[in-house]
């Protein structure tokens, strides 16, 4: 129940319990035929779930990386710059490499007639984010 003189709080906090009850894709009418409102049903619903939760992931391990390297090196003529590709890498390949591999998830889903559950969703894009920061750090420690 939301408390009077609370103002705007409660779309605030509706998105914020939607947010954590991992319930991220929004339905927009009765376009759905899921028999149950929480699953994903559709490709577009499936596909964005795991997408944006490898994003999600990527930026969590990438950002303070970027950010250790750039106050490690900043005083360094070009190492400084290092930050920037650290930091591209957490945007960019998610987002090239992650449409597919999340469409490629999501289209195995409906091809097999499966309902997507949000729980599945965020450990599937959070696999995906991980696999890749670790092949990251494998290939560094290989060239040591």
């Known amino acids: ?6 103002g705007g709080s409660g779309a605030s906090a509706g998105l914020l319990q939607q947010i954590l009850s991992l319930k991220l894709v ?10 149950n409102s929480t699953s994903l049903c559709s490709f577009p619903e499936m596909w964005y779930g795991v997408f944006l939760w490898a ?4 930026l969590f391990f990438h950002v303070p990386a970027g950010l250790l390297a750039l106050f490690t090196l900043r005083h360094h003529k070009y190492g400084r710059f ?5 930091l591209l890498m957490g945007i960019v390949g998610p987002i090239t490499a992650g449409i597919l ?4 998830v999501a289209g195995v889903y409906r091809a097999a007639g499966k309902e997507m559950i949000p729980f599945e969703a965020l450990t599937l ?6 696999c890749v920061v670790a092949v990251s ?3 560094i ?3 040591l």
């Open 1 to 6: 129940m939301e408390r009077e003189g609370s």
């Open 26 to 35: 929004p339905r927009v009418g009765n376009g759905t035929l899921c028999p």
């Open 101 to 104: 591999t999340s469409a490629a």
């Open 55 to 58: 994003l999600v992931s990527s």
């Open 137 to 139: 750090f494998l290939r």
């Open 82 to 86: 290092m930050s920037v590709s650290i």
């Open 125 to 130: 894009g959070t696999g995906q984010a991980f």
């Open 141 to 143: 420690l290989a060239t």
